[in-house]
């Protein structure tokens, strides 16, 4: 069966500066879709980025970025110029052949004035 | 970006009654939709996954006969809890897909059980 872990639970980070979330997965499919999504404290999922995995350059969403490493099962976010909107959980997750979408544990992000 | 409807928002009900939560996808036909369930301060726990058309597949644990999936159209999904009890009191949250990719998300139900 596939996992997410996600091993920052919380981090912080200074307004403007950039942070980094780590993700790793396992799974033995070749083909899938990795994605971020955030949940303020409204708890509305928003979908930050996405990513396929038979494409090799990483996706990008304006100040959003991601460093996917097929071979590591590695899927880390890159926040840049982190702004106090940015402050919520942000949750990875994959979706599976099979159609479901798994969810990691989620990393909070404070940001910091 | 495509829409996602929950409603209610939240609901509290008497412990033994049953509640229905609908999902519907505003602007675009929803060939799969997913239930999960939110503790508080945790992560998403998939309960069911459904298809137009067919029965929901339910994950590991899951009573099937406690949370009854309805997936009637391309459109809306409903999940009933059945003789609610206190524990069921938690954040349901639902999500549709147009194909094999991202999933949309409703805002979400808060269930109070009394």
């Known amino acids: 069966a596939q996992t997410v872990t996600q091993s920052q639970p919380e981090m912080s980070v200074q307004e403007a500066e950039t942070v980094t979330l780590s993700c790793t997965y396992d799974?033995?499919?070749?083909?899938?879709?990795l994605f971020w999504y955030k949940q303020p404290p409204s708890r509305q999922m928003i979908l930050v980025i996405r990513?396929?995995?038979?494409?090799?350059q990483n996706a990008t969403e304006n100040r959003f970025s991601v460093n996917f490493q097929k071979a590591a099962k590695s899927f880390s976010l890159k926040i840049s110029d982190s702004q106090l909107g940015d402050a919520a959980m942000y949750f990875c997750a994959y979706r599976s052949r099979d159609d479901k979408i798994i969810f990691g544990k989620g990393t909070r992000l404070h940001i910091l004035p | 970006g495509a829409v996602v409807s929950q409603h209610p928002s939240w609901v509290i009900c008497k412990s033994g009654t049953s509640v229905k939560i609908e999902c519907r996808s505003l602007?675009?036909?929803?060939?799969?939709m997913f239930w999960y369930r939110q503790f508080p301060k945790q992560s998403l726990m998939l309960m069911a996954t459904?298809?137009?058309?067919?029965?929901?597949?339910?994950e590991q644990g899951v009573e099937k006969d406690k949370f009854l999936i309805n997936h009637a159209s391309l459109t809306l999904s409903t999940l009933t809890v059945t003789s609610a009890h206190p524990e069921d009191s938690s954040f349901y949250i639902c999500?549709?897909?147009?194909?094999?990719?991202?999933?949309?998300f409703g805002q979400g139900t808060r269930l109070t059980v009394v």
């Open positions: 990513q396929e995995a038979y494409k090799q």
């Open positions: 459904s298809n137009e058309g067919s029965k929901a597949t339910y």
């Open positions: 799974t033995s499919e070749s083909d899938y879709y």
């Open positions: 999500s549709a897909s147009k194909g094999t990719t991202e999933a949309f």
């Open positions: 602007d675009f036909q929803a060939t799969t």
